[in-house]
């Protein structure tokens, strides 16, 4: 018998990335603006260490280039490595979830200089 694996519903809107931090053995549910939905064990690596790892992941709508999955090593991941012009933006959402939890970080296209560029504007917590 399997053994049970705690479930999280991700909801994205179109132009979110979901930023979390659960515990480990945790299911992931994602169910993107169109309506799919995408189910997976962990972070999907085949390694069952991650079982014993909580989830530390970016989740990104597929407005993205259909990246379903990044996972990140640590906080600092999700802080680190990101233009300056969001910077601030992906800091916020990595202390939104320090504890643990769900955070989207939405995003808007903008201009940047004179190329329309997607650029994360607000971090919005689940409650």
């Not at 189910?39 to 989830?55: A, Q």
């Not at 999700?78 to 916020?92: F, Q």
């Not at 959402?93 to 955070?103: E, F, K, L, Y």
Request: hydrophobic share 40%; glycine share 10%.
């Amino acid at each position: 018998m399997m053994p049970h694996r705690p479930v999280t519903e991700i909801r994205l809107q179109a132009g979110d990335a979901a930023v979390v931090n659960l515990p480990a053995g945790t299911t992931i549910r994602v169910i993107y603006p169109d309506g799919t939905t995408r189910e997976d064990r962990t972070l999907m690596t085949g390694d069952p260490e991650c079982d014993s790892l909580p989830v530390i992941a970016r989740i990104w709508d597929r407005v993205f280039g259909g990246a379903w999955i990044c996972t990140d090593l640590g906080l600092r991941g999700i802080r680190n490595g990101h233009h300056r012009r969001d910077r601030a933006v992906w800091h916020e959402a990595a202390r939104v979830i320090r504890d643990g939890g769900v955070a989207y970080v939405e995003h808007e296209q903008r201009d940047w200089y004179g190329k329309p560029v997607w650029i994360a504007v607000r971090v919005r917590e689940e409650r």
